[in-house]
């Protein structure tokens, strides 16, 4: 009888500093597997890291920032044409962030030609207004 009583006590008094202790911020770990089954933890919230993409919309640079779960990928933002460039990609890998990063778009120039077109009769002559092509 004596025994029941004292089980049930200790088991009061174990659940009860297990919560005061998750309740504090420690993780509480199999006692079985670690020596130690009590260890620290930063806090108890998930860790996020802010991924800013760098692009241009409208030929004007905007900065957007991304929130990303720690281990998880970034999602990039939909990249408008830019006015004689073409998007080549980011810089950097946005899979499994693992800390703050600063991602820019990559542009790669596009080369600008003219091309005028003539008309002429057989005889050389002009047959009308020049096309011009750019």
């Known amino acids: 009888m004596m025994k029941s009583k004292l089980e049930r006590l200790l088991?009061?008094?174990?659940?009860?500093v297990m919560t005061i202790t998750l309740a504090s911020g420690f993780q509480v770990v199999n006692a079985e597997e670690d020596e130690n089954?009590?260890?620290p933890s930063e806090d108890n919230s998930e860790i996020y890291y802010s991924v800013n993409f760098i692009?241009?919309?409208n030929n004007i640079e905007v900065n957007l920032e991304q929130q990303v779960k720690a281990g998880e990928d970034a999602i990039a933002p939909i990249v408008d044409v830019r006015e004689g460039y073409s998007f080549g990609g980011w810089d950097k890998d946005i899979k499994n962030i693992t800390q703050d990063?600063?991602?820019t778009?990559?542009?790669?120039?596009?080369?600008?030609?003219?091309?005028?077109?003539?008309?002429l009769f057989?005889?050389?002559?002009?047959?009308?207004e020049s096309y011009i092509y750019i």
């Not at 778009?105 to 008309?119: D, F, H, M, S």
């Open 11 to 16: 088991k009061a008094v174990l659940a009860f």
């Open 37 to 39: 089954p009590i260890i």
């Open 55 to 57: 692009y241009f919309e």
């Open 101 to 103: 990063i600063t991602v």
């Open 105 to 119: 778009a990559l542009y790669t120039k596009l080369e600008k030609y003219t091309i005028t077109v003539n008309y």
């Open 122 to 128: 057989s005889d050389g002559s002009l047959a009308s």
